[in-house]
DNA sequence: CAAGCCTGCTCAATCGATGAAGCAAGAATT
DNA sequence: AATTCTTGCTTCATCGATTGAGCAGGCTTG
């Protein structure tokens, strides 16, 4: 029996007066514990047919009003913009949907302000858990959940109030600046030091990937004055800007750079074709972050990419033990080959 | 008054206990019509000043499950993994937060049944309005959903019973295939006929790319046959098959090539790397989409960029205005400039 | 000064699903 | 035959926010 025009969802109500039984039986029998409240396999099969007929879905507000636990589970992330997050982001959903779980995700545009609003939203469908990732504040999104009960696991960035699970940066970097020092060399036979591209100078990951770029130049011998480090931001055009006053006060550039993500290497990517500075040497490149046409670019440059599948696998691994402590998991990135 | 443990979050009847008040009064205050409920300016700002101090988050559940509407916003996408829906659902979200909507995004990984699915879920949060981003079958979809009174609208890829909005694939093929042909002729003073790669034969976007792309041929007066269209799925790994195959029935291969999204092109300029067919002349490429790598990969790659802002406008703007006649809006998509 | 009006609230039903408690009828046990 | 068990349900309170209806007290108005 179809209805024509249908104003009203059907309900677990109007299933149940079809079948000439209560309420509470098709709620049993449609989420799956009706052996538990012994409903005969007879009512089960008859309701979940009307059910299927009816075309009824369950209403998911009511549903978890009633219920502890809503098995929604939220992740916040900065952008949509490059494979990093895309990728945790698919894993994301995939992981969660393996148990059952309800992922809800809302992108914060790298504003902090929207990073809390959408942290209150999340609170506001009641999630049971909240990943927050690359967030310029973690704790005090932790500090919002934690005062609602949730918990929340940090992804990618670290926080200091609960668990988080991120990159080896300085092993990363420290691999991602031996590689571009040795192309330097092997190409100029120069050891010239490096120029490092992007990301805040304030956020931890960037420290710890300077750190293991300072450490590279340490260990080869080369040494590099501070002004070589421009953590001017993620956005293309704010590398593009760096890039584009540091060489109105310096000749020759460096021979070499690490950027610091695909985003902020749009950026360089870009004042390197416009500005024509490197037309006659191509200068050798590392990028922490991978992309696949970045790949193509050409020889010049080594990536590093970031372990995606281990870190949802951690960050699940948490959820599902219930772990509280405020552990810091390091998952090692892939040193992609060149071509 | 800080609590330390709190196991219990916050509801409007606490706040309506600590200021002495109904919890009625404090939902009105809260919600913002209490004006209407005529609710003392006095009282208003005392319970905004608890509810801040509380910490208190508005339950999504009880409020949507007792409202009429939920203002809540679905949308399905296929992937996240290249610009174009990445920057789709960064507009999503933006222009339903500036509308007081609340979006809910789910990825369905290409998967007709799992894009079933997450349509399913979406009633079960009650959404106002779904938004079906390429979805392979959308008239399945949106038979769903006005089964639950939900409307629906397509983007990407059009359907048949909903509104859509999708972009001029005709146009924007016929352009991009001009352009490649006439580099094709510059270059090597050919006028060859172009490969197609990518796609799935069946959907809409497609076929419409060919029409182009085969009035471009015509119109320039070269003839080809359609063995030369490779519409085999989107997957790199598929163009990079067909590629393989046809490189072992066919030499000369072709000059050129029509490559049908970015996510195609990944695999086909692996192929053409790994393979080295092309090692001795590059081909003249076009992608039907945008990339910044892909845009510095050299000047013998054109791409067509689908104006996402406008689509996204154009699709708000059907949902403000209620509209639902079966209209397709065609957004001109934007022939980037070389190098 | 009675009738009506306005202000500023409170009361209670409601949304749909859930599950503890309870109950009727038949089966098994003593 | 009386008691206990088991099966297969139903009843009803509950989750938290919303909103129509209602009510008390002060203020106008004729």
């Given at each position: 029996?179809?209805?024509?025009?249908?104003?009203?969802?059907?309900?677990?109500?109007?299933?149940?007066?079809?079948?000439?039984?209560?309420?509470?039986?098709?709620?049993?029998?449609?989420?799956?514990?009706?052996?538990?409240?012994?409903?005969?396999?007879?009512?089960?099969?008859?309701?979940?047919?009307?059910?299927?007929?009816?075309?009824?879905?369950?209403?998911?507000?009511?549903?978890?009003?009633?219920?502890?636990?809503?098995?929604?589970?939220?992740?916040?992330?900065?952008?949509?913009?490059n494979r990093y997050?895309?990728?945790?982001?698919?894993?994301?959903?995939?992981?969660?949907?393996?148990?059952?779980?309800?992922?809800?995700?809302?992108?914060?545009?790298?504003?902090?302000?929207?990073?809390?609003?959408?942290?209150?939203?999340?609170?506001?469908?009641?999630?049971?858990?909240?990943?927050?990732?690359?967030?310029?504040?973690?704790?005090?999104?932790?500090?919002?959940?934690?005062?609602?009960?949730?918990?929340?696991?940090?992804?990618?960035?670290?926080?200091?109030?609960?668990?988080?699970?991120?990159?080896?940066?300085?092993?990363?970097?420290?691999?991602?600046?031996?590689?571009?020092?040795?192309?330097?060399?092997?190409?100029?036979?120069?050891?010239?030091?490096?120029?490092?591209v992007g990301g805040?100078?304030?956020?931890?990951?960037?420290?710890?990937?300077?750190?293991?770029?300072?450490?590279?130049?340490?260990?080869?011998?080369?040494?590099?004055?501070?002004?070589?480090?421009?953590?001017?931001?993620y956005a293309p055009?704010?590398a593009e800007?760096?890039m584009?006053?540091?060489?109105?006060?310096?000749?020759?550039?460096?021979?070499?750079m690490f950027v610091n993500s695909t985003i902020s290497l749009e950026g360089v990517m870009r004042w390197i074709?416009?500005?024509?500075?490197?037309?006659?040497?191509?200068p050798?490149l590392g990028c922490f972050d991978w992309d696949?046409f970045v790949a193509?670019l050409?020889?010049?440059i080594e990536m590093v990419?970031?372990?995606?599948?281990?870190?949802?696998?951690?960050?699940?691994?948490?959820?599902?033990?219930?772990?509280?402590?405020?552990?810091?998991?390091?998952?090692?990135?892939?040193?992609?080959?060149?071509?």
């Amino acid at each position: 029996m179809k209805r024509t025009t249908q104003t009203k969802r059907t309900t677990i109500y109007d299933l149940a007066e079809l079948a000439g039984t209560s309420a509470s039986a098709v709620s049993a029998v449609l989420n799956g514990n009706w052996k538990k409240r012994r409903i005969s396999v007879k009512l089960a099969e008859k309701i979940t047919k009307l059910a299927e007929e009816q075309g009824y879905a369950l209403n998911m507000q009511a549903s978890v009003l009633r219920r502890e636990r809503s098995k929604i589970i939220g992740m916040i992330v900065p952008k949509y913009d490059n494979r990093y997050f895309g990728s945790i982001v698919e894993q994301f959903e995939a992981l969660a949907r393996e148990r059952g779980l309800f992922p809800i995700i809302t992108c914060t545009m790298r504003d902090p302000a929207l990073e809390l609003e959408a942290a209150r939203t999340m609170l506001s469908y009641q999630v049971d858990c909240l990943i927050a990732t690359g967030a310029t504040d973690p704790d005090r999104v932790m500090e919002l959940c934690a005062a609602a009960g949730v918990r929340t696991i940090n992804l990618d960035l670290p926080g200091a109030r609960a668990p988080s699970v991120i990159s080896d940066n300085y092993g990363g970097a420290l691999a991602l600046t031996r590689r571009v020092l040795a192309n330097c060399e092997k190409e100029y036979g120069e050891k010239t030091p490096l120029l490092f591209v992007g990301g805040r100078g304030t956020d931890h990951n960037t420290v710890e990937r300077v750190r293991g770029f300072r450490d590279a130049h340490a260990e080869a011998g080369v040494a590099f004055d501070e002004t070589l480090v421009q953590a001017v931001g993620y956005a293309p055009e704010k590398a593009e800007n760096a890039m584009r006053q540091l060489a109105e006060r310096m000749s020759p550039l460096p021979r070499g750079m690490f950027v610091n993500s695909t985003i902020s290497l749009e950026g360089v990517m870009r004042w390197i074709r416009r500005s024509g500075h490197y037309a006659d040497r191509v200068p050798q490149l590392g990028c922490f972050d991978w992309d696949p046409f970045v790949a193509m670019l050409g020889d010049h440059i080594e990536m590093v990419r970031q372990d995606v599948p281990k870190m949802l696998e951690a960050v699940f691994g948490i959820i599902d033990s219930g772990a509280t402590e405020l552990t810091v998991v390091q998952i090692p990135p892939i040193v992609e080959k060149m071509g």
